[in-house]
Structure formats: C-alpha cells, structure tokens
C-alpha cells in the first residue's frame, strides 16, 4: 500500500459496514478520511473512533444521498472548503424491500445506490483533476450479473422486487464506471469498479418485518466480516500498482477481464437519462456514441 498520509479520502456511507472498514484502514494508512454519512450522531460515533485509533479526527459531510438538492449542497460545501481530494469511495448503498420513491419522484434504490454516485462523482470530478494523481472507487456487485438495464422502465414501476432494483443499480454502476473512464482518458484520475462480495453489515436494516428479522442475523454470522470485505476497495485505492489502472472491475483483490459486454449506445442513453435526473454533465468523448 502507498503511504496515505496527507492525502484526502472521502468515503461515503461511511457510518456503517464495508463504508466503516474502508475509511478505518484509510485512516490507520494516514490519510485524512472525510466521512459522509446522513445521520449526524452515527457519524460522530465514527468520528471519535477513528479519532481515538489513529490520533487525528476525520472531516464529517453531512448528507442524504437519496435528495438531489442535498447532494449539491455537499458537493458545494466540500469545493467551497478548498480541501484536495485524492481518492473518492462511492461506498453508500440500500436493499429496499419495498418500492419507495425519493422526493425527486425517482426510485429509491436506484437513486441511492446509482444516481448519487454519478451525481457526487461529477460534482467533485474537478477537485479530484486538480488533486491528480487521484483515484475513484465505485463499489459494485457480482449482482449485475442477474440484472439488466430496461431504460424505458429504469424506475421499475412495473415488476419491482428488491434483488432486481439492487442488481439493476449496481449494474448502472459498472457502466457509468467504464463509460466514465472512457470519457476522462488520460486526465490523472482513474476510476474502477469494485465487488466487496458478500459483507456481515445491516444494509437491509432499513427494512421493517420478518424477513430482515430472519436474514440480518444470519447475514451477520455466516459472512465475512466488513473489515475483510474491505480489503479490494482499500488495494485499488492505494496499491502502489495501480495508479494508472482505470476502467475495471475488481473482486477478491483480482482485476475481473471483460466483466462487461458493453453496448456503446446503452451505455451513452444511459448517460444522458442519468445526467437529465442529476443535472450534471461532462463533455462526451471522441467518437461516443450521441
């Protein structure tokens, strides 16, 4: 691993699970960990852990990645601050049994778990050029695999079950992140992929009933623990190799060749759906499809 000290890492859904281990194991690296989380109080628990581990006290940015107009706030609040950035953890994530709709009238899942992510990662996208060499790391799933992008039915208004809307969202992710890497070239950033696979946490915590009552505690004792999970995130955002490698897709702390069959012109109506829902855009690259 490089020596992190003095370098910024911002890790979102940083309160909890695989988010938690990824910004500890920064820390501990001697990065200066920016945690950004929703709830102010779990947030400071993080805080003042990491604080009491490593001696120094990450950044907090508070923020509700399911709202649009929250996400601009933080973005502006983290540019405004005149922070470098250097490694971006696009970590936070939700399983929704239910079909619920954000305040924007978008799909839950969809917009936590893929929206915010091209929205948080365009908005920052100029901090991380200027702090270049600097890395993104969106966290997908080997679930893309069970999924497909219906774009005229993306929201899944018809048909919703959470295992279709979660692999659908980290789907979108891989191929916003292979379409990102195509568009940004040569520019000092690299952004990649990355499946944790599967995590002790309470990502479905958020579900009421008798099924996460069920699952939540077998999920917690039968799978890897979150600091183990974590261990492919923190390779590709501090492995001395890899400073150059941009456009893939990791697991196990191995590069996956070809996770993707890309469809080049899924991939750009993609693009244009997601930046007419977010509001943020970058030049399309040469010879991309229109």
Same mark, same amino acid.
Request: charged share 25%; net charge positive.
């Given at each position: 691993?490089?020596?992190?000290?003095?370098?910024?890492?911002?890790?979102?859904?940083?309160?909890?699970?695989?988010?938690?281990?990824?910004?500890?194991?920064?820390?501990?690296?001697?990065?200066?960990?920016?945690? @950004?989380?929703?709830?102010?109080?779990?947030?400071?628990?993080?805080?003042? /852990?990491?604080?009491?581990?490593?001696?120094?006290?990450?950044? $907090?940015?508070?923020?509700?990645?399911?709202?649009?107009?929250?996400?601009?706030?933080?973005?502006?609040?983290?540019?405004?601050?005149?922070?470098?950035?250097?490694?971006?953890?696009?970590?936070?994530?939700? $399983?929704?049994?239910?079909?619920?709709?954000?305040?924007?009238?978008?799909?839950?899942?969809?917009?936590?778990?893929?929206?915010?992510?091209?929205?948080?990662?365009?908005?920052?996208?100029?901090?991380?050029? /200027?702090?270049?060499?600097?890395?993104?790391?969106?966290?997908?799933?080997?679930?893309?695999?069970?999924?497909?992008?219906? @774009?005229?039915?993306?929201?899944? *208004?018809?048909?919703?079950?959470?295992?279709?809307?979660?692999?659908?969202?980290?789907?979108?992710?891989?191929?916003?992140? @292979?379409?990102?890497?195509?568009?940004?070239?040569?520019?000092? $950033?690299? $952004?990649?992929?990355?499946?944790?696979?599967?995590?002790?946490?309470?990502?479905?915590?958020?579900?009421?009933?008798?099924?996460?009552?069920?699952?939540?505690?077998?999920?917690?004792?039968?799978?890897?623990?979150?600091?183990?999970?974590?261990?492919?995130?923190?390779?590709?955002?501090?492995?001395?190799?890899?400073?150059?490698?941009?456009?893939?897709?990791? #697991?196990? #702390?191995? #590069?996956?060749?070809?996770?993707?069959?890309?469809?080049?012109?899924?991939?750009?109506?993609?693009?244009?759906?997601?930046?007419?829902?977010?509001?943020?855009?970058?030049?399309?690259?040469?010879?991309?499809? *229109?």
């Amino acid at each position: 691993m490089i020596d992190m000290e003095g370098r910024v890492c911002l890790v979102t859904g940083a309160s909890d699970g695989h988010g938690h281990a990824v910004a500890r194991a920064l820390a501990r690296r001697g990065a200066d960990v920016v945690l @950004l989380g929703r709830s102010p109080e779990k947030c400071r628990r993080v805080q003042a /852990e990491i604080e009491g581990e490593c001696g120094k006290s990450p950044a $907090v940015l508070l923020c509700d990645l399911s709202s649009r107009e929250e996400i601009d706030r933080a973005a502006d609040e983290y540019l405004a601050s005149g922070r470098p950035l250097h490694v971006l953890v696009n970590n936070a994530g939700l $399983v929704s049994q239910l079909r619920q709709e954000n305040a924007e009238g978008v799909e839950m899942t969809f917009a936590v778990n893929y929206l915010a992510t091209f929205q948080l990662t365009l908005r920052l996208l100029p901090r991380l050029r /200027e702090s270049a060499a600097a890395r993104i790391v969106n966290v997908s799933s080997d679930t893309y695999r069970i999924a497909s992008l219906d @774009l005229d039915d993306l929201q899944m *208004q018809h048909g919703y079950s959470f295992m279709r809307a979660y692999g659908r969202s980290k789907l979108a992710i891989v191929y916003f992140t @292979l379409e990102l890497a195509r568009r940004l070239g040569d520019a000092g $950033v690299s $952004v990649n992929a990355v499946d944790p696979g599967p995590i002790a946490s309470n990502i479905g915590a958020n579900n009421p009933g008798l099924a996460y009552r069920i699952a939540g505690p077998l999920i917690k004792s039968f799978f890897p623990s979150a600091d183990r999970a974590a261990r492919t995130a923190l390779m590709v955002a501090t492995g001395p190799g890899l400073a150059g490698a941009t456009g893939g897709y990791w #697991r196990s #702390r191995k #590069r996956r060749e070809h996770p993707l069959d890309v469809d080049a012109e899924l991939s750009g109506r993609l693009w244009r759906i997601s930046a007419e829902l977010t509001g943020v855009d970058l030049p399309s690259p040469r010879g991309a499809t *229109q």
